[in-house]
């Protein structure tokens, strides 16, 4: 991939396809993503996205907005039950919201306006044409050996069936890709034993001594069996001054998939029973005060205040899964590639998901410019993959404290670092 392809399909329009579909339209490519989403301006899940390196240098290439999409650095403390300071680590990092990093994106990829970029920057000379279709679910992908081009089939709205033919396809649709799943691509996938409750809360909702104690760090509360990760982010817009931002909390939770309470919790204010997620606004009320009730004497005073004001609205619960591709992301002679979470699916611990994706784009650039070959691009984003797959196994299963899955965890890491290492020298 060398030249640039001169057309590109992108299937997902979330952070991974806007980052992708930015990169392409700069430089030249016709992009056209297909979003199953019927929304232009979504809504975010609400809770922080780390911004490493990677994400740090797209932008500062490809983001012509001026605007600030990050939070100044804040630094990590851990607490310990009721301690609220034990330690203070040297990890320092740099938080944003979704919805103001989709904002971000789709005014770079398709001029979109929005509250948080009411401004996009204009067309430039030498980008290509970029189309953002909301409400399209792709059904099907076809390539023929010797096919120059590869068609794609999706379904819209009103149930009516369309397909488009690109250079390029790129399966940028999430954890459970059906990109992914038409490439028949093998794949570890798995629920990791617990869930995830998360909310957030505005930092004028909380005293003025809790707002301070959660404002310039992310905290880690351990209690041995769960923990709590809490820290500021802006909300959709860029907003990061003190008092006007969200305080973020997610809670990992030991639960066995079978259980009765797995059932339960799954269940919504409708009655209606989800897969993985409950979203805001529909968990049920009672679940939500059992679970509070359960841990809240034991945590520090801040974080009781909190999570006891979060009101039930803004609480939601996932469990925590993860999706992993055996295969290279390259398929079809080229002309179709899985990124972001479409490839590997991270448990949420090491907040490396927008990173990876960030990361893919940034090596496609250099495949582009003849720095790197197609298929150490494809063999990199492998390790990098199964790396962060079990690092981040590794800090969940610490966290709830599976000592066993730690163990194992612990020993598969070294193993695998050992191997990559030998095959280096
Ligand atoms: C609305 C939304 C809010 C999020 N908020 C947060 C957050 O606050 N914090 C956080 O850590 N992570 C959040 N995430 C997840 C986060 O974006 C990803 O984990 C990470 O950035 C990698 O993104 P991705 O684009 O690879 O995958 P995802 O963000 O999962 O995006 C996949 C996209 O593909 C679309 N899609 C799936 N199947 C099809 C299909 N068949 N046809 C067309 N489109 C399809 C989905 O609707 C989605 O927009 C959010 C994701 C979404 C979609």
Redesign the pocket.
């Known amino acids: 991939m060398t030249s640039t392809p001169r057309s590109v399909i992108i ?9 992708h579909g930015v990169y392409f339209k700069r430089h030249g490519s016709d992009v056209v993503i ?4 019927p929304s232009e301006l ?9 911004f490493g390196p990677a994400v740090e240098e797209f932008l500062r290439k490809y983001d012509h907005t001026g605007v600030q999409s990050r939070s100044p650095p804040i630094a990590t403390r851990l607490a310990y039950r009721k301690r609220k300071d034990i330690k203070r680590l040297s990890i320092v990092r740099h938080e944003t ?3 103001l ?2 904002r971000v994106l789709r005014a770079n990829f398709d001029g979109l306006a929005s509250d948080a970029v009411p401004n996009p920057p204009p067309v430039r000379d030498g980008d290509g044409r970029a189309q953002y279709l909301a409400g ?4 099907g992908l076809e390539h023929n050996r010797g096919d120059q081009v590869v068609s794609v089939r ?1 379904v819209d709205q009103d149930g009516k069936e369309g397909s488009l033919t690109a250079d390029l396809v790129i399966g ?8 992914r799943t038409l490439l028949q691509a093998p794949t570890i996938r798995g629920y990791s034993g617990y869930v995830a409750w998360r909310g957030t809360v505005p930092e004028k909702d909380v005293s003025p001594e809790t707002a301070r104690y959660f404002a310039d760090f992310s905290t880690l509360t351990l209690l041995g069996d769960t923990y709590f990760v809490c820290y500021p ?1 802006p909300p959709d817009t860029p907003t990061f001054s003190p008092g006007t931002r969200l305080i ?1 909390w997610v809670w990992y939770w030991n639960l066995a998939e079978s259980s009765s309470e797995m059932a339960d919790i799954l269940m919504d204010t409708a009655g209606r029973v989800h897969g993985t997620t409950v979203p805001a606004g529909l968990v049920r009320p009672e679940a939500w005060k059992r679970q509070l009730a359960r841990t809240v004497s034991r945590v520090t005073a801040p974080l009781a205040e909190l999570l006891s004001a979060t009101p039930p609205s803004a609480v939601f619960v996932t469990k925590v899964n993860d999706a992993l591709c055996e295969a290279s992301p390259v398929f079809c002679d080229g002309k179709v590639l899985l ?5 590997a ?2 448990r ?1 611990h090491l ?1 490396m ?2 990173e ?2 960030a990361w893919h784009c940034l090596g496609l650039e250099k495949v582009r410019q003849g720095e790197m070959e197609m298929d150490q691009w494809a063999k990199e984003a492998r390790v990098y993959a199964k790396r962060m797959h079990l690092a981040s196994n590794l800090v969940g299963v610490f966290g709830v404290g599976r000592w066993w899955e730690l163990l194992k965890t612990v020993c598969q890491y070294v193993v695998f670092m050992v191997r990559l290492n030998l095959r280096k020298g």
């Open positions: 299937v997902g329009g979330s952070l991974a396809g806007l980052m297909l979003e199953q989403d979504r809504s975010s899940h609400q809770a922080g996205i780390a919201s979704w919805g990093l989709y399209r679910r792709v059904t999706f940028a649709d999430g954890g459970n890709s059906t990109v982010i973020n990124v972001g979470d479409a490839f699916h991270f949420p907040t998901a927008t990876q994706a």
